[in-house]
């Protein structure tokens, strides 16, 4: 079985500053990790994912995110944060290949204040 | 990249009517396709998996008798709200997969009055 937790329901930032969402993953086989973001009312944009390969992953939007198998861990940052940026952010799980549906986390409310 | 699209983007019916949501990739076929409903602030829950030409599977809690899935084709995929009621509003959200990669659906308001 796999699960996902975020920790952290809502973060808070200045604009300009550093972004930084957690989350830590479970899985019983090697994982392949996304990070979606949701604007209200709308469906999810994917922002970046981790298959294989380098564990260093570049999104959109300036976003990226490390594997971190030791930590079982795929935390989005971005340098500096933007008025824009403020929206709901989703971590999911799938299992290789994504074969099957998408576990995802409980979801973290990012703020930016001005 | 690969295009999903649901329709009707929101929908608002009468307690006691169905409201059928439908789900279709656009550029590519999928074989398979997965339904997840999202209440309001809550993170999406997978309500099922709908292979093409074969019965959908559901998860523990969904009542399929409730909540009609057909895959008729490679290309689209239609959930049924049957006897709406209220605590079926919701955000419903449809995903369609090929060999490499999900893509997500815009998802669709319901509304039960």
């Known amino acids: 079985a796999q699960s996902v937790t975020q920790l952290g329901s809502h973060v808070s930032v200045s604009e300009g500053a550093l972004v930084l969402l957690r989350c830590n993953y479970s899985s019983s086989v090697p994982p392949y990790l996304f990070w979606y973001v949701q604007y209200p009312n709308q469906g999810l944009q994917l922002l970046l994912k981790?298959?294989?390969?380098?564990?260093l992953v570049k999104g959109i939007n300036g976003f990226e995110a490390e594997f971190k198998k030791s930590e079982t861990s795929f935390h989005l940052t971005k340098p500096s944060a933007h008025m824009s940026d403020a929206a709901e952010y989703f971590c999911a799980v799938s299992d290789q290949g994504g074969r099957r549906a998408l576990t995802f986390g409980s979801g973290t409310r990012l703020q930016v204040q001005p | 990249g690969a295009v999903v699209s649901q329709h009707p983007s929101r929908v608002i019916c009468k307690s006691g009517t169905s409201v059928k949501i439908e789900c279709r990739s656009l550029?590519?076929?999928?074989?398979?396709m997965f339904w997840y409903r999202q209440f309001p602030k809550q993170s999406l829950m997978l309500m099922a998996t709908s292979n093409e030409g074969s019965k959908a599977t559901y998860e523990q809690g969904v009542e399929k008798d409730k909540f009609l899935i057909n895959h008729a084709s490679l290309t689209l995929s239609t959930l049924t709200v049957t006897s709406a009621h209220p605590e079926d509003s919701s955000f419903y959200i449809c995903?369609?997969?090929?060999?490499?990669?999900?893509?997500f659906g815009p998802g669709t308001r319901l509304t039960v009055t």
């Open positions: 981790y298959t294989t390969g380098a564990t």
């Open positions: 995903s369609a997969r090929n060999p490499y990669e999900q893509y």
């Open positions: 550029d590519f076929q999928a074989t398979t």
